[in-house]
């Protein structure tokens, strides 16, 4: 897969390792200074760590479908826009801000996704699927009581997931990392809402930059895969 990815032949080889490369680097440094005080380089390398990923599907036009490698990059953007929202403090509004780019983002993975998707055709990716669906639905109504205001945002926050998630799980062929990325980010957003409404998550620096971060990277590499083939 990452020999699809990175390895074309096309003269940019090099520029697509060195963004991936400058990208891992950036989420490790990122994951060293979590726990710090907020200031501006945990800022930015928590914004660069997905944000180098975004001229990865821009460097494949012209081999594969364009409208759908460009859909990607917008997704990897507002992914890292999001990031950015989360990542600055003092400011009760980042939180939504935040919510509302992650949103965005996932709406972009759903439109590059469901035209790929199709009904999971074994038990695990069903199993799958409706572990994640009804985790989804358990997990609204266990911080509805604490959501206040927030709770028609985070609704339709926890629908789009959802349905990014089912729709990762609904595209097998080629893509056995897919689902699986997208289960990842599913359960770093779920600590996230777990820790911010009901209270502190053991060990949720790392828990959520890891799930996040290695969730966000199969998911580019297999749709990179996909797209570009």
Known sequence: MLEEVFMRGD????????????????????????SRPPSAPRTGLKTAAIGLLVPLPLLALGQGPAVPLIL????????????????????????PRGLAAFLVSHLFYIAVM????????TLALKAASLAVGLGAIALYFTLAP??????????????????????ALAI?????????G???????????AIDKFRGG???????????????????AASLLTLLAA
Do not use: H
């Open 11 to 34: 003269g940019l080889d090099a520029l697509r390792i060195a963004l991936a490369l400058l990208s891992l680097a950036a989420a490790i440094a990122y994951q060293l200074i979590e």
């Open 72 to 95: 990607l990059a917008a997704a990897f953007f507002f992914s890292s826009a999001g990031d950015l929202f989360l990542a600055l403090k003092g400011n009760a509004r980042n939180f």
């Open 114 to 121: 469901i035209p790929l998707a199709s009904a999971p055709d």
């Open 146 to 167: 604490s959501l206040g205001k927030l709770k028609l945002p985070v609704g339709a926050y926890l629908v789009a997931i959802l349905v990014m998630a089912l729709s």
């Open 172 to 180: 097998p062929e080629g893509a056995p990392f897919l689902g699986l």
């Open 182 to 192: 997208a289960v990842l980010f599913v359960i770093s957003d779920s600590v996230i």
């Open 201 to 219: 998550v053991p060990f949720r620096g790392p828990i959520v930059w890891v799930t996040y971060y290695v969730g966000q990277a199969l998911m």
